[in-house]
């Protein structure tokens, strides 16, 4: 157990994985009413990252976010959030996310995409790191694990619906881990 985790970018063989549904995630935070923060995930994430450590900076990124994946501590809310108030996930059920570029420093890197929502795609940056590289030994298969957040504001997405009342600016904290193959 003690070679699990370990957040060491040479233990990366070349490859393109894939998310691992089951352990990744988003976290999303608000301010509510300015006397709380409301916290939310958004689960059953997929995607893919193609990489090379020797060349890091021209890995690729790709995650799909389906947003019938939302869900926070109140069922009411969770079918509102889905809504036309909010994501109105019958017309646009995904959210995507796709890197452009990738700054690599050790574990952590800056990874600047495309996040679209509602059909409108802005920029992001996300800060990321490497959280660890080992293989799961429930299924064999090497994982590799990072976590990133951003903040971006919901009304650049069409999602504006309460604001100011609740906060435009979102944090966002996304917890991914690939696998790779057999």
Do not use: C, W
């Not at 970018?9 to 935070?29: E, L």
């Not at 959030?81 to 420093?105: C, G, M, Y």
């Not at 951003?150 to 009304?155: E, H, P």
């Amino acid at each position: 157990m003690e070679d699990m985790g370990k957040p060491d970018p040479a233990r990366v063989p070349a490859g393109t994985y894939s998310v691992d549904t089951y352990h990744s995630h988003i976290v999303y935070d608000v301010s509510h009413f300015g006397i709380s923060q409301y916290i939310g995930l958004i689960g059953n994430l997929s995607g893919k990252l193609k990489i090379d450590p020797a060349h890091p900076e021209k890995a690729e990124v790709e995650i799909d976010i389906p947003l019938s994946g939302l869900v926070s501590t109140s069922a009411p809310l969770d079918a509102h959030l889905k809504t036309s108030d909010f994501f109105d996930i019958e017309k646009f059920p995904n959210a995507k996310f796709k890197s452009s570029s990738v700054e690599v420093n050790g574990t952590d890197a800056v990874i600047s995409g495309q996040l679209t929502i509602r059909d409108v795609t802005k920029p992001v940056k996300l800060q990321a790191r490497l959280v660890g590289v080992a293989v799961n030994p429930m299924s064999a298969l090497l994982n590799v694990g990072f976590d990133a957040r951003t903040q971006i504001k919901r009304s650049d997405f069409g999602v504006s619906h309460y604001v100011p009342f609740v906060s435009d600016e979102v944090e966002l904290r996304i917890s991914v881990v690939f696998e790779g193959t057999e």
